[in-house]
């Protein structure tokens, strides 16, 4: 850069109404996220070897089950399902992960 400066973070802060937008909902599926399944992999978790699956996230739909151990990818980030967990995928798209 031409300049000694450099702007790293800017911040704002705005006061008002929030409008009430509600968030889009994913289409119903059955539970089962095979329709997201992009390959079979093994994975390294609690001191051993693991059989996992690699989900696409952009694919799952509302009320998918995945049981760990189980990884679901997407541009921006990963998600890690550890065993013993399963996760549940709600309306809007979130990922609710609870122990088995």
Do not use: F
Not at 6 to 22: F, S
Not at 49 to 61: C, F, G, M, N, T
Not at 76 to 93: N, R, Y
């Amino acid at each position: 850069m031409d300049t000694p400066h450099e702007i790293v973070n800017l911040r704002a802060v705005a006061l008002g109404k929030a409008l009430d937008l509600p968030a889009a909902q994913l289409p119903k599926g059955d539970g089962n996220p095979i329709a997201a399944k992009m390959r079979d992999h093994t994975l390294w978790m609690d001191g051993r070897e693991q059989a996992a699956v690699i989900y696409d996230r952009s694919k799952l739909r509302q009320g998918d089950v995945i049981p760990g151990p189980a990884i679901v990818v997407e541009m921006d980030s990963t998600t890690l399902i550890e065993s013993g967990c399963i996760a549940t995928v709600d309306a809007v798209g979130n990922i609710l992960i609870n122990l088995a």
